[in-house]
């Protein structure tokens, strides 16, 4: 029982056993696995136990653990390149891929996590707009910055309440919550604060309240009322980015946001966030314009070297997009068929390789109250069953489940197998 033995340690020295919340498996009551090898598709824990991986480090790993090119890669970097909190070729390289491959990146700045690209994101709009209030929604997450830890409250114009101890009222109090793929909540939020807003930020595809796709017509009103009002749009794609298509979900929708926030696979797995926009807007950070953001380690050459490995090896493969939609589609099939065959009411969301089950008798799940009323009950069981049957997914109704370029046929099918065995 190694993993058990290590957990339970590891709960003297770090709160909660972890080093961030939700791989505690609080929501499912479960002790985790802890974690030893990631190989391809398949993780194992410190039992020896093997696992089909469908968190797959919660984003990044969309090419498996261990790819070859990206192991070279950092590699070969850190034989010559740590660190220098100095300019080097390789963040140049990467800087200069995303801005010519992207549609609505011209100018990029490098930072260490999702985090700290939106929380900078928000702190250039402000500067830009000369405004201070920012719009998020209900149910979207985008790091923990303290202006971002809101409740929704009862959703339309509610002000901002503390959503986490430690947060003072004075962070909040220009965080507005707007009500997802609501055109008339966010309406009501710009007639009544338009001239006061700096920004608006939005997963255009939300995976933190469960995968929740945003409704076309939704996010073109958002893009209509932000530039009606001067506000920039902000979307984070730090999750949805080089994962729901190689140019991320701005491209699926059609929508150019004034600046996109990006982490997870575009540091190939290591710790990494950036983000970028127009030429304009991206000039008025230090220390060409007037507002400060800084990192000792943003930038980092391993991380470079990591990220554009990935990211050159997904845009130079096209086909790992086909294969990953493929099997998307596969286990989304295989999941609501199986469910059906038992009387089991789910709703299965999905975005290409980003999906989740959601057990909920109400036959759609669109905006964070619907996903609140899911029986997360049912989940954590359903979560128990499949982790026993060598099936790794995310211990929270909440998250997104993800499928990568080594996952096979066969495993989608021992998926839907043991689905049908729940
Ligand atoms: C959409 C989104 N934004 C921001 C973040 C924060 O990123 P990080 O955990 O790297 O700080 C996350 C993390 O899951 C995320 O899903």
Redesign the pocket.
């Known amino acids: 029982m190694r993993n058990l033995e290590i957990f339970n340690e590891s709960k003297e020295y770090m709160p909660g056993g972890v080093n961030?919340p939700v791989r505690a498996f609080k929501d499912v009551n479960v002790n985790p696995p802890v974690i030893k090898k990631g190989e391809g598709a398949y993780i194992f824990d410190e039992d020896n136990n093997k696992y089909i991986d469908f968190v797959g480090a919660?984003?990044p790993m969309i090419l498996g653990h261990c790819d070859k090119d990206v192991v070279n890669a950092i590699k070969n970097t850190c034989d010559s390149a740590i660190a220098f909190g100095a300019p080097t070729d390789i963040e140049l390289k990467l800087a200069k891929h995303i801005c010519t491959t992207l549609d609505n990146v011209d100018m990029i700045r490098m930072v260490n996590?999702?985090?700290?690209?939106?929380m900078s994101a928000v702190k250039l709009a402000r500067g830009v707009t000369g405004r201070n209030k920012i719009v998020k929604f209900a149910g979207?997450?985008?790091?923990?910055f303290e202006g971002f830890l809101v409740s929704a409250g009862s959703g339309v114009l509610t002000e901002g309440i503390p959503g986490c101890a430690g947060v003072p009222e004075e962070s909040i109090k220009n965080t507005l919550i707007a009500n997802y793929n609501d055109c008339e909540s966010i309406r009501e939020v710009f007639q009544k604060y338009g001239e006061d807003i700096a920004a608006v930020i939005i997963?255009p595809v939300s995976?933190?309240m469960g995968v929740v796709p945003a409704e076309k017509e939704f996010l073109e009103e958002l893009d209509r009322l932000c530039k009606a009002n001067g506000s920039l749009l902000i979307f984070?794609?730090?999750?949805?980015g080089f994962r729901v298509a190689y140019k991320g979900a701005q491209s699926l929708y059609g929508i150019k946001p004034d600046i996109t926030?990006f982490?997870?696979i575009m540091g190939g797995g290591l710790?990494c966030?950036a983000y970028g926009g127009r030429k304009e807007v991206m000039e008025y950070l230090s220390p060409i314009g007037p507002v400060y953001q800084a990192g000792t380690m943003s930038g980092n050459p391993i991380v470079m070297a990591a990220g554009y490995a990935a990211l050159t090896k997904l845009y130079n493969n096209t086909e790992i997009y086909t294969h990953i939609e493929k099997l998307g589609a596969k286990l989304q099939k295989g999941i609501e068929e199986a469910a059906k065959e038992k009387g089991l009411p789910i709703v299965v969301n999905r975005c290409g390789s980003m999906m989740t089950i959601f057990f909920t008798e109400k036959g759609r799940v669109t905006n964070y109250e619907e996903a609140k009323a899911c029986d997360t009950k049912m989940y954590a069981a359903f979560f128990e069953h499949m982790l026993n049957n060598g099936i790794y997914m995310a211990p929270s109704q909440f998250e997104a489940l993800f499928i990568g370029a080594k996952h096979t046929e066969e495993d989608i099918d021992k998926f839907i197998d043991a689905v049908k065995r729940f």
């Open positions: 961030s919660w984003g996590s999702g985090t700290e690209a939106t979207c997450y985008h790091g923990h997963e995976g933190n984070d794609e730090v999750m949805t926030t982490a997870k710790p966030g």
